[in-house]
């Protein structure tokens, strides 16, 4: 079992880029979570799906878009990238309560 | 609005102490409460969780507390070991697995 997998492992993109990343969930798993975890700081929930649909949201403008595919694997979008979007972001994956999260993705804006 | 807060950043401790973790949270509508901890260059890895109806669990070396009243709770590492080296987060889940972190505590266990 390879686990959550995540790509890619960083990313440095320019202020105003667009950006997408990807997430493979652990096999089994149906819903995929994720996370922007900034320097010094604890994750934060950026959105959750279930069944190809966005079922949860946290504080993050509508410039975070994902999606999620019929394999469960989600994509993570982010447009006109910020200075501040500059963080690591993580991917989960779970059935029940207890979420595995993938190794993340490094994402540098420069 | 941080729900939930660590307010000590770092903990060293003596192998073969114990550590001790504290989180606090805001948040009364909260399910259950779990601990991650996170090596650098990895994801977070489950530790131990709680739900919000018990007042402790225990795995191993690993027990954590939950005092409702004082919307506080705490991990228990006994004994701590070397390996344990890592940042530790508390979260708070509540239904479909929305999570909600800490700023995380650096532990450093000394051999």
Not at chain 2, 86 to 105: D, E, N
Request: aromatic fraction near 12%; proline fraction near 5%.
């Amino acid at each position: 079992d390879a686990g959550v997998t995540q790509s890619p492992t960083h990313l440095i993109k320019t202020r105003g880029q667009q950006v997408t990343l990807r997430c493979s969930p652990k096999s089994g798993h149906d819903t995929v979570s994720w996370y922007q975890q900034a320097l010094g700081q604890g994750p934060q929930f950026i959105f959750q799906y279930y069944e190809e649909e966005e079922r949860q949201r946290g504080n993050f403008p509508d410039r975070f878009s994902g999606h999620q595919f019929p394999n469960y694997s989600s994509e993570l979008n982010v447009n006109a990238l910020l200075l501040g979007d500059s963080a690591l972001y993580l991917c989960a994956s779970s059935t029940a309560y207890e979420q595995y999260f993938g190794p993340g993705t490094r994402l540098t804006v420069t | 609005d941080q729900q939930v807060k660590q307010n000590s950043p770092s903990l060293s401790v003596q192998e073969g102490r114990i550590s001790i973790l504290n989180c606090d949270y805001t948040n009364s509508m909260f399910d259950y409460f779990l601990w991650y901890k996170k090596y650098p260059a990895e994801g977070p890895t489950f530790l131990i969780s709680i739900s919000s109806i018990k007042d402790k669990n225990e795995d191993g070396r690993f027990t954590v507390f939950l005092n409702k009243s004082a919307k506080h709770l705490s991990l228990h590492i006994v004994p701590s070991q070397p390996g344990d080296s890592a940042v530790y987060f508390c979260g708070g889940g509540t239904s479909y697995g929305k999570l909600t972190f800490g700023q995380g505590t650096i532990l450093t266990v000394h051999p």
